[in-house]
C-alpha cells in the first residue's frame, strides 16, 4: 500500500520551522562552548612553565642524599621563624667608592635577608664617587627599578638584538628609571659631588653580569683569537684587556 503524508498546515510548518532553527542554534552554541574549553584549557597549558631559576645552576642529580642545593634555599621550620629573619641594618652607610670605577654596590638579598627566601625581591643600595660609574652589566633575573637620592646620573639599557636601541636619561634626586629584566644596562654619576640611588630588584637573587668582566676577565680566560674576531680587535688589544686587573664593585 503507497503511504502519502498529509500536507502541513501553515501552523504545523511553523513550529516545524522554529523547531529546526532552535536545533540548529543549539548546535552552534554546544560547538561554541566546546571551542571555548579547548582553548581555555590550550591557554592554561601555554602559560604553564617552569619556575624561574634563582641561582646560576641547579644540576638534577639522582641521589638526594648528594643534593646539597634546591631552587633558591631550604625554608626553616615556621615554628623557630623570627623578626631577625625579615631584617636588615646598614643601608645607611655609604659604600667605599675608591676603586677603578667609582662606585660601590651595597646588596641586600636573600643571603642578607633569609626572610627573602620565594618572595621574589631584593634590593640595592649605589654609591658614586664624582664622575663614578656602574658599568654596562645585567641581571639575569630580575628587573630593576632604581630611584636617585642623592645627585644626578646618567642612566640606559640597550635592547636585545637585532635593534640595539639604547634607551638613556638624565635623572635628578627622586627620579626614577626601570632596566627591564635581562637587559645590558649603566649608571654614571655626571655631577661634581658624589651620588647615591636605591634600587629594587624583582628576584631574591637577580645575580649581575658585568659586561667586560665576564668577556675579559674570565676564568679560564676565552681564546684571544675567538675574541679579537668577535670583537673585530686586534689580537694584541685583546690580550691586553684579559690581562688587567677587572675590578668587581658588587
Known sequence: MQNFSSPL??????????????LAIMKKGVSFLVTVALMALASSL????DPSPLQDT???IAEPKNAVFVNGKFCKNPNLTKAEDFFYSGLDKPGNVSNPVGSAVTQVNVAQIAGLNTLGISAVRIDFA????NPPHTHPRATEI??????????????????????TKVLNKGDVFVFPIGLIHFQFNIGHSNAVAIAGLSSQN????????????????????????????DKNVVKNLQSRFWYDNN
Open 58 to 60: 641547579c644540576v638534577a
Open 130 to 133: 664624582p664622575y663614578g660609574q
Open 206 to 233: 637577580p645575580g649581575v653580569i658585568t659586561i667586560a668582566n665576564a668577556v675579559f676577565g674570565s676564568d679560564p680566560a676565552i681564546d684571544p683569537d675567538f675574541l679579537a674576531k668577535a670583537f673585530q680587535l
Open 146 to 167: 632604581l630611584t636617585v637620592l642623592e645627585g644626578t646620573l646618567l642612566v640606559g639599557f640597550v635592547t636585545s638584538n637585532p635593534e640595539n636601541r639604547l634607551f
Open 46 to 49: 601555554a602559560s604553564a612553565s
Open 9 to 22: 498546515t501553515s501552523t504545523q510548518r511553523i513550529v516545524k520551522i522554529v523547531r529546526d532553527k532552535t
